[in-house]
């Protein structure tokens, strides 16, 4: 038997929902991580300070009552949000964060910016009052090849905003490519980012190979091996601009089973023993602290859990279950296709 000590991580990108689906997940973040920054993609939209700390409270109270947690909330940026109401959310202490969707380019965005233009003067105010923007690092325009759509937004998007307001503090979620990691790496600073525990695991093989398999598509979608290489140098490097954010993103399954199937992989039940396993294969079980329970914190500026867990690796392996049953429905839980032997102690 082997085993790892670190501090309890967290989840620097993770969606809950809301209601009963809410209810049916939140248990399976709240066992294994202390904080979690909460995306703002409910229909309607978590679009302001009000709205965020009424999820907020929808969150706390749908939470099993032993855990003890803590959202990181989100606002949904439009061309609308008004920079007083994002600099009050920030000054209230319940807002970490502001989260750019390009309009389109996934799962509830259609309200996202089109013209990041029109959404400048709430941008200035953020860079003004150090807070952070997180971008999901995609355009959508329809001539753009779906695996080229990240490397483009760094080149025609991120890079440009940067340039205009290099005092924003920007989090490039859910890195997918070779690009990213190089354009992160480079950065001179105020850019991170995060990288989920699937996009360690699989190539696009796993969604196409062998029949479509709706339960690896996610947005943005998992690209070729030598990206998935260059996601696993970047996390296991310890270098503290990447950490993890799960991106677990529940839908019921027959939402994802069907013609024109919903993006989202649910991962929070077992992300910790697929962490292990990866880190483990890559000889950097040291590293693992850091980039699930150090890099994130510092870069939001928010001390380190004190609490520690221990991560056991048996002989034989471990079961989780392949779906959860939630008030809304079955949602299929993320298989990474081998054994797990790695487990959170409790
Ligand atoms: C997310 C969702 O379902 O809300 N889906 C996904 O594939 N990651 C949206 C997102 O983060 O892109
Ligand atoms: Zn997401």
Known sequence: MKSLKIRRPDDWHLHLRDGAMLEGVVGDTSRDFARAII???????????????????RILK?????????????????????????????ASGLVTAVKLYP???????????????????????????????????????PEIDIFDREAVFIETVLDPLRGRL????????????????DYISSASGNLAGTITTHHLIINRNAILVGGIKPHYYCLPVAKRENHRLALRKAATSGDARFFLG?????????????????AGIYTSINTM??????FEQESALDKLEAFASLNGPAWYGLPANE??????????????????????????????????????QR
């Not at 233009?117 to 959508?140: N, S």
């Not at 690796?313 to 989780?320: H, L």
């Open 103 to 141: 309009a389109g380019a996934t799962t509830n965005s259609h309200g996202g910016v089109r013209d990041i233009e029109k959404a400048m003067p709430v941008l200035e105010r953020m860079a003004k009052i150090g807070l952070p923007l997180c971008v999901h690092g995609e355009v959508t325009t």
């Open 246 to 262: 799960t991106d677990s993103a529940p839908h019921v399954d027959p939402l994802k089973e069907c013609a024109c199937g919903c």
């Open 307 to 344: 609490e520690m867990i221990s991560l056991v690796k048996g002989d034989e392996p471990v079961s989780f279950p392949a779906r959860i049953e939630t008030g809304d429905g079955t949602v299929t839980v993320f298989d990474p296709m081998f054994p797990l032997h790695w487990q959170v």
């Open 166 to 181: 290099p005092e924003l503090k920007v989090t490039m979620e859910h890195v997918t490519t070779a690009d990213g990691v």
């Open 39 to 57: 995306m703002p993609n409910l229909v309607p939209p978590v679009v302001t300070t009000a709205d965020a700390i009424a999820y907020r409270d």
């Open 62 to 90: 749908a939470t099993p009552s032993g855990d003890s947690f803590t959202p990181l909330m989100t606002l949904y940026l439009t061309e609308q949000t008004d920079p007083d109401d994002v600099e009050k959310g920030k």
């Open 273 to 278: 023993s697929c962490l292990a396993h990866v």
